[in-house]
């Protein structure tokens, strides 16, 4: 198989891809009533999970504002780099993920505690990767 035609671009993907990374690294957060300040914890607090992170407000926005087949794709690529199917299988998979999709594709997928991994083993297995990609959103 030569490989599916992907709605969504891989510099999206890779985009994505760090976005979770900076969003998985995230701690539960700490008593937010301690007194401690930045300066004295040395910024530790920018990698606790918050109910404002701007990580995943981030994310949440950009996947929001794929289209349908880019988010079916994203979905797709997910599962297939989670090891659901084979890249033979993709249709089904593809096709699996379309029935399924919803206005919740974003929490679904930051749902997904291994994200970028997932997403990078898809890409790989497509024979994609994001290291000659230059991610110029960030």
């Not at 999970?49 to 994203?74: H, K, M, N």
């Not at 033979?88 to 206005?103: G, I, K, V």
């Not at 997932?118 to 890409?123: D, N, T």
Request: glycine letters at 8%.
């Amino acid at each position: 198989m030569a490989g599916p035609n992907l709605a969504i671009s891989i510099e999206s993907v890779c985009f994505l891809i760090v976005k979770a990374r900076e969003y998985d690294v995230q701690d539960v957060a700490t008593d937010e009533e301690a007194g401690s300040n930045a300066s004295d914890d040395g910024m530790i607090g920018v990698l606790e999970e918050r109910a404002d992170d701007p990580t995943r407000r981030e994310l949440v926005s950009f996947i929001g504002a794929l289209s349908q087949d880019e988010q079916i794709d994203l979905v797709t690529l997910m599962r297939l780099g989670r090891g659901d199917a084979t890249l033979d299988e993709w249709d089904d998979l593809s096709t699996e993920a379309e029935q399924q999709h919803n206005d919740r594709v974003a929490t679904y997928l930051l749902g997904e505690p291994l994200l970028a991994d997932f997403l990078e083993e898809g890409l790989s297995q497509l024979g994609k990767s994001c290291e000659e990609i230059e991610i110029d959103r960030l």
